[in-house]
């Protein structure tokens, strides 16, 4: 099939249209259908929160234009969503200053009031020169820690999981959402003067140099802290937390959230806009009851099962259920299995350092690290004074 006649520069792109007002729902279809040979895929309603990101994957959408006027809330939750995976268009239909700067803050690269064939074509020439193509561009992940239950061990892999990610390569952040363990910062030792809360009080004037003050260095990775007053109480919620995972995304390969419940998860809205969700759960049967529970409230709140991905902590088939047991119970695939490594975790938790690179639970990790991912794991280190030489340097 010839090229259209008015065609669009390059990047080649693929739009996805989500449009609940009747009247653009119609024309700017029709306009795009003039630019390029293939029609966009169109949503006539806003999709449920956590699934955008997905949706556009799914259908190789590389540019989005959402109608932000129906519902402006749920369609800025959209854009915080999708606006580090692909460029976001809003569209209005009349000239909201107010709207349009609250769209722009979220992400949103452009806007249009008019759905013409001559606007869109403005639009695509300016991505076009600003930004590379956007099948190149690599927004940063976000990995949400979750326990099924307490004290299974998801602090000490959300600590560990940052560390071997900054190790294979890209810069990595840890965030620490628990307020009431504050669990970062004991297992590295730190003493932070600034926390979460602080970012939180700072938002609207946030930039590099203040976000440089409020983390702290170890290991190799930055370190957002939880406030070391246990009684300090602050809320984020789904906004808030599409914002601050846009920021994260712009400046981080990895970043890794550490929360303290399923619940907490859900309410800050970390759940919903993550793009893994990692249930850190053990075999024994009563730890397996409350991770059930557990995957009954995450679902509703956002968090589909293609983004969740349960481990297994000290996995000891011996003395608990086994992997098809446990298959059976949450009616989910275990993702992963770490082993139940002991002396090397307590070892370094006294020490504070992270655990000797040629340890059980070290390969663990890096094997965990490479699937999410999606790399091969790096071969297993050798014994030798000379490694553990480097781990306590």
Same mark, same amino acid.
């Given at each position: 099939?010839?090229?259209?006649?008015?065609?669009?520069?390059?990047?080649?792109?693929?739009?996805?249209?989500?449009?609940?007002?009747? /009247?653009?729902?119609?024309?700017?279809?029709?306009?795009?259908?003039?630019?390029?040979?293939?029609? !966009?895929?169109?949503?006539?309603?806003? !999709?449920?929160?956590?699934?955008?990101?997905?949706?556009?994957?799914?259908?190789? =959408?590389?540019?989005?234009?959402?109608?932000?006027?129906?519902?402006?809330?749920?369609?800025?939750?959209?854009?915080?969503?999708? =606006? !580090?995976?692909?460029?976001?268009?809003?569209?209005?239909?009349?000239?909201?200053?107010?709207?349009?700067?609250?769209?722009?803050?979220?992400?949103?690269?452009?806007?249009?009031?008019?759905?013409?064939?001559?606007?869109?074509? =403005?639009?695509?020439?300016?991505?076009?020169?600003?930004?590379?193509?956007?099948?190149?561009?690599?927004?940063?992940?976000?990995?949400?820690?979750?326990?099924?239950?307490?004290?299974?061990?998801?602090?000490?892999?959300?600590?560990?999981?940052?560390?071997?990610?900054? *190790?294979?390569?890209?810069?990595?952040?840890?965030?620490?959402?628990?307020?009431?363990?504050?669990?970062?910062?004991?297992?590295?030792?730190?003493?932070?003067?600034?926390?979460?809360?602080?970012?939180?009080?700072?938002?609207?004037?946030?930039?590099?140099?203040?976000?440089?003050?409020?983390?702290?260095?170890?290991?190799?990775?930055?370190?957002?802290?939880?406030?070391?007053?246990? =009684?300090?109480?602050?809320?984020?919620?789904?906004?808030?937390?599409? /914002?601050?995972?846009?920021?994260?995304?712009?400046?981080?390969?990895?970043?890794?959230?550490?929360?303290?419940?399923?619940?907490?998860?859900?309410?800050?809205?970390?759940?919903?806009?993550?793009?893994?969700?990692?249930?850190?759960?053990?075999? /024994?049967?009563? *730890?397996?009851?409350?991770?059930?529970?557990?995957?009954?409230?995450?679902?509703?709140?956002?968090?589909?099962?293609?983004?969740?991905?349960?481990?297994?902590?000290?996995?000891?088939?011996?003395?608990?259920?086994?992997?098809?047991?446990?298959?059976?119970?949450?009616?989910? /695939?275990?993702?992963? *299995?770490?082993?139940?490594?002991?002396?090397?975790?307590?070892?370094?938790?006294?020490?504070?350092?992270?655990?000797?690179?040629?340890?059980?639970?070290?390969?663990?990790?890096?094997?965990?690290?490479?699937?999410?991912?999606?790399?091969?794991?790096?071969?297993?280190?050798?014994?030798?004074?000379?490694?553990?030489?480097?781990?306590?340097?």
């Amino acid at each position: 099939m010839p090229a259209p006649v008015n065609a669009a520069p390059a990047p080649p792109w693929k739009p996805l249209v989500i449009c609940p007002h009747t /009247e653009i729902g119609k024309q700017l279809p029709e306009s795009l259908r003039k630019l390029f040979s293939e029609p !966009p895929f169109v949503i006539p309603d806003y !999709p449920r929160a956590g699934v955008i990101a997905a949706i556009a994957a799914q259908k190789g =959408a590389n540019i989005c234009f959402l109608e932000v006027a129906t519902d402006a809330a749920r369609a800025q939750t959209l854009i915080s969503e999708l =606006a !580090p995976a692909i460029p976001v268009v809003a569209l209005l239909v009349a000239n909201d200053a107010d709207l349009i700067l609250r769209c722009l803050r979220r992400g949103a690269c452009d806007f249009l009031t008019d759905t013409g064939v001559d606007s869109l074509r =403005a639009v695509f020439e300016r991505l076009g020169r600003s930004r590379a193509p956007v099948a190149h561009r690599r927004a940063g992940k976000i990995w949400c820690v979750v326990p099924g239950k307490p004290g299974c061990g998801a602090s000490t892999l959300a600590v560990h999981l940052a560390i071997d990610a900054h *190790a294979r390569g890209g810069a990595a952040l840890l965030v620490d959402a628990d307020p009431l363990a504050a669990s970062a910062a004991f297992l590295l030792k730190l003493k932070p003067e600034f926390h979460l809360g602080d970012l939180l009080r700072d938002w609207k004037r946030i930039d590099q140099d203040l976000w440089s003050r409020l983390t702290l260095s170890a290991c190799g990775i930055d370190v957002l802290a939880a406030p070391e007053d246990a =009684a300090t109480r602050f809320e984020i919620g789904r906004q808030l937390a599409g /914002e601050f995972c846009n920021f994260w995304r712009e400046r981080y390969e990895t970043v890794v959230l550490d929360l303290a419940d399923v619940r907490s998860a859900v309410d800050s809205g970390f759940a919903a806009v993550a793009d893994t969700v990692l249930l850190v759960t053990t075999n /024994e049967l009563a *730890a397996l009851q409350t991770t059930r529970r557990a995957i009954a409230c995450l679902e509703p709140a956002g968090s589909d099962r293609s983004r969740l991905r349960l481990v297994l902590n000290r996995y000891t088939p011996a003395t608990g259920l086994k992997h098809d047991d446990v298959h059976k119970v949450l009616s989910l /695939e275990p993702f992963a *299995a770490l082993g139940n490594d002991y002396e090397a975790i307590q070892s370094a938790l006294l020490e504070g350092r992270p655990v000797q690179s040629n340890s059980r639970y070290a390969a663990d990790v890096r094997a965990l690290c490479a699937q999410l991912q999606d790399r091969a794991a790096p071969p297993k280190e050798h014994t030798s004074w000379l490694s553990s030489l480097r781990v306590r340097k």
